[in-house]
């Protein structure tokens, strides 16, 4: 068993997880534990929220055919029965992915499908559709010095500090070949996410990863469009930005798991926090660069 850093949450883990940074803080016991073991089997009597996933009055079991089974308790305790070797990063690209955001719902945070940069102090939101191209800019901006949060998934939590903040997850971004190439990021030797996929777990350089919450600034909304023309970016106002739960990671999930309410709450209270907008970019890797001197310069281009 190692003990790694999550989201500020201690979390001690049978399975390797070479993501994540090794637990340096106080003497606490784990706040969550990861078991390799047998997993519940599915409930005849119960249905399934979708063909991965059935919410059971213990805990929540997740099915990805042909990796692992997962289950989720309580926020505490997540155990993995695995069709594969332990080593295979299929198994924690799941893990920390849906079954991390069920974890979130569980303990009271809200599991946002974006990626969160440092922007002097306070916290960039990028979100969007998968393939929007998230983690590619927020590699670009790590890139000119700013510091990640989080990649894909950031974890809001609204509840014991001052405002809102976004929680720290780990020091890596994961890439498609042909976004590496653009950053002049070499992949040879990385790891890739699941074998048959050219996607890259690209490590952060060292002093590259903010290591303490902080509050969000603003919230973006990616979108592409063929060609190579200007970003354009248009202001959302509160009552748009509240309706876009696709900002969640798996916000149809929340809801089966009966945490509308405190969906509304945290999204209510983002909104409030920060600015939103939604940013038309090309799907030009040649205008990134553009596109990041676009973005820091409405939000006030703040060092790194």
Request: aromatic content about 6%; overall charge neutral; hydrophobic content about 45%.
């Amino acid at each position: 068993m190692s003990d790694y850093h999550l989201f500020g949450w201690r979390v001690r883990s049978a399975l390797r997880l070479p993501d994540l940074l090794p637990w340096q803080g106080d003497a606490r016991e784990p706040d969550i534990v990861v078991e390799i073991g047998a997993v519940p089997p599915l409930d005849p009597e119960l249905p399934s929220f979708s063909p991965a996933v059935q919410i059971q009055p213990a805990g929540v079991r997740v099915t990805i055919p042909a990796v692992a089974d997962y289950w989720v308790e309580a926020g505490r305790r997540i155990v993995v029965q695995t069709a594969l070797p332990l080593e295979v990063p299929d198994i924690r690209v799941f893990l920390l992915g849906s079954v991390l955001a069920i974890l979130c719902f569980q303990r009271g945070v809200l599991p946002l499908h974006a990626s969160g940069i440092d922007i002097g102090g306070r916290v960039l939101l990028i979100s969007g559709n998968s393939g929007a191209g998230k983690s590619t800019l927020a590699a670009a901006f790590a890139g000119r010095g700013y510091r990640l949060l989080s990649d894909d998934l950031c974890a809001l939590d609204v509840d014991g500090h001052p405002g809102p903040r976004i929680l720290p997850a780990f020091p890596r971004v994961k890439l498609w070949r042909d976004s590496a190439r653009q950053l002049a990021i070499a992949t040879g030797g990385l790891e890739r996410s699941r074998a048959e996929l050219e996607k890259y777990h690209v490590p952060v350089a060292q002093g590259g990863f903010q290591l303490e919450p902080l509050p969000p600034a603003h919230v973006l909304f990616l979108r592409s469009e063929p060609g190579s023309g200007p970003a354009r970016i248009r202001a959302m106002s509160g009552l748009e930005a509240l309706r876009r739960y696709d900002l969640v990671h798996r916000w149809r999930l929340g809801l089966g798991l009966g945490k509308q309410p405190a969906m509304f709450r945290s999204m209510a209270r983002l909104v409030e926090a920060a600015t939103v907008a939604e940013v038309t970019r090309s799907d030009d890797f040649a205008a990134l660069p553009a596109l990041v001197d676009t973005i820091l310069a409405s939000v006030g281009t703040p060092p790194p």
